[in-house]
C-alpha cells in the first residue's frame, strides 16, 4: 500500500467570448403511431453533452444561440440527425419523429453525459475506457488477465464465438494469447456508438454464435466551424493519471476531426492489500478524419487511428506485454439519396488495412522459481496484417426495409516464441507458433424487414460465408503435416446462416419478441493452425487442428418490453444449441508423462447448450429520482462430458438510486455477484468463485455546458474480491476514489 496518494488533476481553462444560451424545448414521437417515445436520448454531436427525453417524450436542451447537430436515438428506433439553428428556435417547439427500427435485438449505447432513464447500463460513471460502456450491459462480461485490456463475453461465450468490429472492420488481435482485443484500440473519446448484439440474429457485420460489438468511431461534422474539448482526470485504486483533448473544424465542403489521449498507471491495490506487483501500464492513443464532401450527396472520409500501449504488467502470467501497436487505415465513401420517393437509400463503402504487433516477454520476472519453463527468459511476439472492404446498401419501400452487404477480407498472422536459459550449456530453442497463416475470407448478407398488418413487425437475416485458409511458412508446414500426417494442410469452409425475429406490439406500452437463429462461427487461425500455444487458464499447451468443423449454434430468444409513465422493463430468456463445439482434449500423438508439460489439440465436441435469462428495469419514484436495476444468469453444460461449459459467468446484477436534476447528477449503487460452483474440472480445472456485493458512490455538476466535473468512489468499503472470468484469481481493484474535469469550447 502506497503510504500516501497524491492527487494532482490538470485543468486548462480557455477564455473566449460569452456567447449568448437559449433553452431548446422538443418532442421525441413515433412516425407511425404519433405516440410519445420515452426517454429518447438527445446528444449534441461531437461532443459529451446532452440530454434525456422524459416519460412523455419532452426534452429541454440549454445550447448557445449558434447552429448545431443533435442525433437522437431510442432503443427500438433509427437514430435521426437533427440541424439546430436560430430560425429553427423560433418556430417553437421542435418535434422530432423516429422510425421504428428492424427489430431492436441490439444494446445501443450512445455516448453521452446525460443517462437515458429507459436504458440502465447507459448510466453516466467514470469512462476510463471502452470496457466501461459495456460493464453494466446484463449479459456481457469481461475475461480479465490484467488491469487493461479486458476481453468481452457475451451470455458465456468469448473469442471466436463473439464478432468484434471497428465501424465494421475486421481488426485481428496479434497476440495468440489474447492479450489484445480488439475493444482496446478504440478509446471513449473516439466512440459516437457501441452497438451490442447478443446471439446471433444480427449477421451483418459477420458470422457469430455469441454476438456482435461494432465499436461505431466518431466522423467530422460539418455543424461548428470549431470545436476543442479536453479533459484530465485521476483514479487512486492504480494512481492513474489521464488526459484527452479533442478538436475540430470546418469550412465550406471539408472538415476534420482529432483526438488524442495518454493514460499512465501504476500498480493496483485491491481491497485491503498492498498493490499487485506487474500490474501497471502505460498507453497513448490518438485519431484523425478528414471528410470531404463531393456534392450534396456523396460524402469522402479518410481516417487513421493508432493505439500504442506499454510496459503492460499481468502478474498472473508468465510474462508482461512490453509493446502492443495498432494502426488501422480507412477511406470510407457515402453515399445518400435525399429524394423522398426514391426506393434506393443509400450506400456506404469502406476500404481499409490495420496493421497489430505485439511483443511480450519475461525478463523482469524471476524465471529460476516458476514451474513452467523454468530457468527460461522468452520473449514472444506476433504480428497480422488485415485487408478489406465492406459495402452495405439499403433500400426502402411501402415500409419495407432491405439491407444487403458484401463482406471481404484477409488477414495474416504469424507468432513465435524464444527460449533462451538462463544456465550455461543448455542451447537456445526456437519455437513456431503461427507460420504466417493466411486467411481470406467473403461474405454477402441480406438484412429485410417489413410490417405485418398493424401490430406485427417481422425480420429476417441470411448471410452466406466463403473462407479459404492455408499455411504459407514452410517450417510451420513440416510440423503441422508431420503431426497430421497430410500433405494438404488447406482447408475451405462455406456455410450459411439464417435469423428470423417477429414483435408483437400488445399495446403501446409493451411488446414482445421472438427471435430463432441457425448460424456457424468458423474456427480462429489460431485453433486451425496454432502450435504448442500456451494456455493459462487450464495450463496446457495446445496445438490447432486443420480438419475442425464450424461450430454450428441452433438458437431461441423470448424477449419482452413495457413502459409506462413511470416505470419500464425489458427482459429475455434464451437457449443456445451448439453442435461441434471446439474444446481442448488430450493430444494422444504427444507423450505426456509430466504434470508440468501437458499437451491438448483442438477437437470438435458432440455438443454444449446455454441457456439463461436478463432483467433491467427503472421506475421513476419521484420528479428527478429514480431506481434502476438489472440481472443476468447463463448457465452452460459441456454435453460431450456432461460437465459445465467453463469461463460461464455467475448470476450478477445491479441496483442504483439515481438522482438527476438539471445540470446535477448522483448515483449510489450496488453490484453483486453469486459463487459460481459449476466448474469444467475436466477441461480446464477451473476452481469456484465467492460471491460479492461492493458499493459504489458517483456524481457529477456541469457548469453551463462548457465544464464538467465527475467524482466518485468505487467498492467504498474495500472489499476483496475476484470476479470468476479473472485469471489467476486476479482481485478486482479495491477502493477507488475518482475525480475528472472537463472543459470544452
Known amino acids: 500500500m502506497k503510504n500516501k496518494i497524491t492527487l494532482l488533476t490538470l485543468l486548462f481553462f480557455f477564455s473566449g467570448p460569452v456567447m449568448a444560451q437559449d433553452t431548446l424545448n422538443g418532442i421525441v414521437l413515433d412516425n407511425l403511431s404519433g405516440t410519445p417515445v420515452p426517454m429518447a436520448n438527445i446528444i449534441v454531436t461531437g461532443t459529451t453533452y446532452g440530454t434525456a427525453a422524459d416519460v412523455n417524450g419532452r426534452f ?110 475486421k481488426v485481428v488481435g496479434a497476440c495468440i494469447d489474447r492479450m489484445d482485443p480488439t475493444s482496446a484500440y478504440v478509446e471513449v473519446e473516439n466512440l459516437e456508438r457501441l452497438e451490442l448484439t447478443k446471439g446471433g440474429f444480427d ?111 499481468y502478474p498472473v502470467l508468465l510474462m508482461d506485454a512490453t509493446l502492443a501497436q495498432a494502426k488501422i487505415y480507412s477511406l470510407t465513401h457515402n453515399w445518400t439519396r435525399h429524394e423522398p420517393n426514391s426506393v434506393f437509400k443509400g450506400m456506404e463503402t469502406r476500404l481499409y488495412h490495420n496493421t497489430v504487433n505485439h511483443w511480450m516477454d519475461d525478463y523482469q520476472r524471476d524465471v529460476r522459481e516458476r514451474e513452467v519453463m523454468r530457468g527460461m527468459n ?122 428470423a425475429s417477429v414483435e408483437y406490439a400488445a399495446n403501446p406500452i409493451t411488446k414482445f419478441r421472438l427471435s430463432l437463429a441457425n448460424v456457424a462461427r468458423l474456427p480462429t487461425h489460431v485453433e486451425n493452425y496454432g502450435h504448442y500455444v500456451y494456455n493459462y487458464v487450464d495450463g496446457f499447451f495446445y496445438t490447432g487442428n486443420p480438419n475442425l468443423k464450424p461450430e454450428r449454434s441452433s438458437q431461441v430468444e423470448l424477449g ?39 499437451f491438448r489439440v483442438y477437437q470438435n465436441a458432440s455438443a454444449a447448450v446455454l441457456t439463461g435469462f436478463e432483467v433491467s428495469g427503472v421506475a421513476e419514484v419521484l420528479t428527478g429520482l429514480s431506481i434502476a436495476g438489472s440481472a443476468a444468469y447463463t448457465r452452460g453444460q459441456n454435453r460431450e462430458i456432461d460437465e459445465p461449459m467453463y469461463l460461464i459467468p455467475p448470476f450478477s446484477g445491479m441496483l442504483s438510486l439515481r438522482w438527476d436534476q438539471a445540470s446535477y447528477w448522483a448515483e449510489i449503487e450496488s453490484r453483486m455477484a453469486m459463487p459460481q460452483n459449476r466448474v469444467a474440472r475436466i477441461v480446464a480445472e477451473e476452481d469456484g468463485t465467492d460471491g460479492y456485493v461492493v458499493l459504489n458512490v458517483r456524481g457529477s455538476k456541469v457548469f453551463n455546458d462548457r465544464i464538467a466535473v465527475k467524482v466518485g468512489v468505487e467498492n467504498i468499503f474495500d472489499t476483496l474480491y475476484h470476479q470468476h472470468l479473472s485469471f489467476g484469481n486476479l482481485p478486482s481493484e479495491g477502493r477507488n476514489l475518482y475525480t475528472s474535469v472537463s472543459y470544452s469550447l
Open 60 to 169: 429541454r436542451l440549454v445550447l448557445r444561440a449558434d447552429h448545431h447537430m443533435l442525433r437522437i436515438s431510442s432503443l427500438g428506433y433509427a437514430s435521426v440527425i437533427v440541424h439546430i439553428d436560430p430560425a429553427l428556435r423560433e418556430r417553437g417547439e421542435l418535434t422530432v419523429r423516429l422510425a421504428q427500427s428492424i427489430i431492436d435485438v441490439d444494446e445501443v449505447m450512445v455516448k453521452g453525459d446525460r443517462a437515458r432513464l429507459s436504458d440502465p447500463s447507459s448510466s453516466t460513471h467514470n469512462q476510463n475506457a471502452t470496457e466501461d460502456l459495456m460493464d453494466r450491459i446484463p449479459g456481457a462480461d469481461f475475461i480479465q488477465r490484467a488491469n487493461f485490456a479486458w476481453e468481452p463475453v457475451i451470455r458465456g461465450m468469448n473469442g471466436g464465438q463473439v464478432g468484434l468490429v471497428i465501424d465494421g472492420m
Open 203 to 313: 449477421l451483418n457485420t459477420g458470422s457469430q454464435i455469441g454476438g456482435s460489438i461494432n465499436l461505431m468511431t466518431e466522423k467530422p461534422t460539418f455543424d461548428e466551424t470549431f470545436f476543442l474539448s479536453s479533459e484530465a482526470g485521476f483514479e487512486s485504486a492504480s494512481m492513474l493519471r489521464r488526459g484527452r483533448i479533442i478538436g475540430g473544424a470546418s469550412h465550406g465542403k471539408t472538415s476534420v476531426r482529432g483526438s488524442f489521449s495518454y493514460r499512465v498507471a501504476d500498480d493496483f491495490s485491491p481491497g485491503g492489500s498492498a498493490a499487485i506487483s506487474y500490474s501497471g501500464y502505460e498507453k497513448n492513443n490518438y485519431k484523425l478524419d478528414l471528410s470531404r464532401k463531393l456534392n450534396h450527396a456523396h460524402l469522402l472520409t479518410g481516417s487513421y487511428l493508432a493505439d500504442n500501449a506499454w510496459n503492460i504488467g
Open 378 to 499: 522468452m520473449p514472444m511476439y506476433g504480428r497480422t496484417r488485415t485487408s478489406g472492404g465492406i459495402s452495405r446498401a439499403d433500400f426502402s419501400f411501402d415500409r419495407k426495409r432491405l439491407g444487403l452487404t458484401l463482406d471481404l477480407y484477409q488477414t495474416e498472422s504469424f507468432g513465435d516464441m524464444w527460449m533462451f536459459s538462463v544456465f550455461e550449456n543448455i542451447q537456445d530453442m526456437y519455437l513456431l507458433n503461427l507460420g504466417d497463416i493466411l486467411v481470406q475470407h467473403g461474405a454477402v448478407a441480406a438484412d429485410y424487414s417489413m410490417p405485418l398488418g398493424s401490430r406485427f413487425i417481422s425480420r429476417l437475416n441470411a448471410r452466406w460465408d466463403y473462407s479459404r485458409r492455408n499455411v504459407q511458412k514452410d517450417e510451420a508446414k513440416s510440423i503441422l503435416k508431420g503431426r497430421w500426417e497430410t500433405n494438404d494442410l488447406a482447408q475451405t469452409y462455406s456455410f450459411g446462416n439464417v435469423s
Open 560 to 598: 419482452m418490453e413495457r413502459w409506462t409513465s413511470w416505470y419500464g422493463i425489458t427482459a429475455s430468456v434464451y437457449g443456445n444449441y451448439i453442435q461441434n463445439y471446439i474444446v481442448g482434449m488430450s493430444d494422444n500423438g504427444l507423450l505426456d508423462g509430466s504434470d508440468v508439460y501437458r
